[in-house]
């Protein structure tokens, strides 16, 4: 895989008061000459309204098209550095190739930092079939019960899931839960994913999720459990609701 065409998202989170997760802009690295482009979205609009989220300091301006020839440095500053003598074992954690790509990495690992609450994320790519796979870490574990946190301990690659669809969460109202075989609430689908995964689960019971990988400490938390889930939908198409819209 490269960097041709492909598209991330970018997530803001409000720690201050709601919790919630909004998908705030949209980063193309694309064929052409432009190079990289940076467009805030919907969403960006949402979260400033019910969140008071303001435009990043690299791109201030909410209707700019941004471009560039090389990745902007928010982004850049997210990704591991390629001479690094823990790359190899790092990419093994994300269950990536050695010649992963940044944008490779950051659909996987989220450019996490612990100094902000963003998030990077791919755009799922719907199939010609209409079926789709997509990886995630698992979110809110460190919330869950005791019990449940020591299911997650006893987790094996391959393992499969449960994937359940909530409708009282305190904090979204609608969400995603993810289980174990034996009915163990662990965590949740991230957020800003659970519109699009809900299309699948509610609608087709073709669709099926299985642990990828556990990372044990020193990895951040929020890089514990790796969760691929696949599915189907029936005339859906991923990201393209109202929060997903490009404002340029």
Known sequence: MNNNNKTLYLAWQDRTRTRRWFPVGRLDGTLHELGYRFRYIQGALDAKRDAGFEALAEFPDFTKDYHSQVLFPMFRNRVIMPGRADL??????????????????????????????????????????????CRFFLHGWSHVSSAAQERINTLKAGESLRVALELNNPVTTVALQIQTGDYNMIGWAPRYLANDLMAAVVKNSAYKAAVVRINPQPMPSRQRVLIEMQGKWHEHAPMQSAEFTPLV
């Open 88 to 133: 190899a074992e790092y990419l093994r954690q994300l269950d990536l190739p050695g010649g992963a790509d940044p944008l490779e990495i950051l659909s996987v690992d989220g450019g996490q930092r612990t100094t902000d609450n963003m998030e990077v994320f791919p755009k799922i790519t719907l199939r010609e079939d209409n079926t789709f796979c």
